[in-house]
Structures are given as structure tokens and as C-alpha cells.
């Protein structure tokens, strides 16, 4: 969107002489736009994450209200749905699907939409701990996100589709910022007006998704890694630096390899929340020492092997091999063959993998029990259930064990 900004002000942006190769899946412009947003993040990741509630709610009105205008225009300047409702089959090149081969393109769809959503799935807890009380998150979990998804989905869809009917000649415009660029060339000059505040509204909300859900949960999971070394302010400047390194826009250069990187979270991420999901509810039944967790060291149930539990390894690699033909097959169509049953494995790739983590992890801890399954505190040691204890049942405050106070790392964690 910083590309569509830049050139809504100044169209010969779009002009600038490219001086990259033909292989580089961008051109120069893409790329100082590219380092503009990078530019722009830096400082906000030193913020704390308390202080992006009221900017991303802001951010998430304006894309709304930018979303449904350019629905609306779209849709009155076509005045139907588009031909991708009309005629699919004409637009696509193919036959009409029916069958299995429709249903498997439809599980296919649910799979890689879940794939997108695979890492806040595994790291909503990550925004959830700073809710104010237990259960805050529930709503919006159950209710927000869902219809945001639908309604951002089928807002997508119908304005693809009218963009087809109204510009024959461009490509399919599914990427928003190609709808833009795409606007601002075909309709009158004073449209640049328009193109602009809309990219502002999308910009802002990449801006936000980038920042929040990408730097700050990055940060997060390095500063528990190395919470000596790395804070999360430092984390996600990390992360920030990878996000060069790993050439994103290899990613967004083909709509092919951009559904199957959407699907490889799911590959990869299902696993992982298989594990977490049965170890919390069906092993410990939600019963965690809190105490315990802040114990790098031997004398904390979640040590293990020096920090290591073996049997996490083990039930992600299970859950991660039975989709992994399909998903070469996916990114390198022309090298890796493989037959349609591993293809449809793949397609099943998060929910299958998410049971057999789940079920792998509770046959080792059936097998091997881990110490300390079901066993809370004996007190309330952080004041978490303060609101929640009865007056009754006392007024001093219990005193705190004495281990914690031995622990550097617990400290600097506070």
C-alpha cells in the first residue's frame, strides 16, 4: 500500500527505472517502497504492547469503512456480481468441477483459510494475557473474528469479480493494492484522491497486522527463548531484520506460491497447537503451577530435560510427515509428483495434523507421565485468583516460596 500511496501523489513513481533482474519477483520501486514501510515499523516496535489497543481500533474502523466503499463502487459500477458468479468456468479456463473434485477444491479453500489463521491460532494467548479478566477474549474470539474473516472474504470475492466485468483487460485483480493501481489507471485523475485514502486505511491496517502480530509476537517467543539475552523490544527488532532476510516478496510474487505458503503454516503450525491444546485441557485438565513456569531450572515441573520436553518433538515430526508429500508436491508442482491420496492428505494438512499431535502427545504422556500433571499451587503466589477468594478465608497475605526469590531470571521476567 506504500507503493499505491506514493504513486497516487506522484504517478511517475510508477515509472522509475527498474534495476532489478528479471528473477529478483520485484521491480525497484516495489522495493523502496518496501523499505519505507520497514522504515516506518521500526520505531513502533519499541512501543509496549499495551499501547496498540486504541490505534488498532482506529486502524480496523477505517479499513472497514475503506472495505465496504470500494465494495459498494465496485459493485454499482458493475451492477451485478461479475463473471466469476455468471461464468467461472469461462474466466478460469476449466470445466465445471462436481463431484469429489469439488469437494476436495473446497477442502482445499477451508485448509489454506485456516493456514492463514494458523499462527494467531497457536499465539492468541500471546494477547489474551493482557486482557483484565479471565475470559475477556472469549467473545471476540467466538463472534469478531469469525465474521471479520467471512466479511472480508466475501467483500474480496464479489469486488474481484465486478473488478473482471468493469477491466477485461487486467489480470484478476485479487491483491488489493493491483485493484488500486489498477483504478487509478483506468478512471479519471481525480480518482488518485480516492486511491490514496483508501491505501491510508489499508496501510494503516498492515501497519497494525505487521507490527502487533508479527514484530511483538516474534519478540515474544525470542524473549522466551533467551529472556537473559532478548526482551521483547529486542525481539522484534530481530524479527524485523529476518523480515528482510527471508525476501517476502518471493512469497506475494504469484497468487500459486502464495496459497501454498498460506498452507504451509498449516503444515507446520497444526502440530504445534495439537500439542498445546491437549497438554492444557485433556492432560492437565488446566491446572499449571504458576510458580513453575517462571523456574528455569531443575526444580520446576516444566524443566524437564534441560528445558527440553522430548515428547514435543516427537508428536509434532508425527504430525508434520503426513502432509509434508502433498505440500512439496504443492510448491514444486514440476520436480515433486506425488499420487492424489497424499495430495488430499495435504489438503486435510491442519486438522489432521492438530489430532494426531494431540493424540500422539497424550499416548507418550500415557506412557512416560510428565511430573507434575494436575498439580496447581498450593498458594496464590501471583494474586491471580484475588478477585475470585472469599474474604473469608483470610486477610494476611501468604507468604511467597521461597525458591522464587532464588531465581535471577524469574525476577527480571517481572
Known sequence: MTKVMIGAIWPSFYDMPNTFGPNAAMETND????????????PLLLLKPESYRIPAIISAVLVLIAALAVFVWAFVKQGNGGPLFSNPEAVYGIGNLQGSQLAWVIVRCINSGIGGWAGGILYQSDFSRYAVHPG??????????PLCLLGSNILGIVTTSCARGFYPNEPLLWKLYDLLQAIQRNEAPVARAAVFFAAFAFFLSQLSVTVVACGVVGGMDLA??????????????IIAVIGICINPWKIMNTANSFISAISGYAVFLGPLTGIMFADYHLLRHRHIKLSHLFLPQTGSDYWFWHGLNWRAPIAWVLGVWASLPGFCASVTPVSVIVSDAWVHVYYLSWPLSVCISAMVWMILNTISPAPGIGEVDDNDVFGTFEEFRDPKDGEAEKEEPDYLGKSPTYIASL
Open 136 to 145: 475477556d477474549q472469549v467473545y471476540g474470539q467466538i463472534f469478531s473474528i
Open 224 to 237: 522466551a527463548l533467551c529472556p537473559r539475552y532478548i526482551d521483547i523490544r529486542r525481539g522484534s527488532l
Open 31 to 42: 522495493f523502496v517502497a518496501f523499505i519505507i514501510f520497514w522504515l516506518i515499523c521500526l
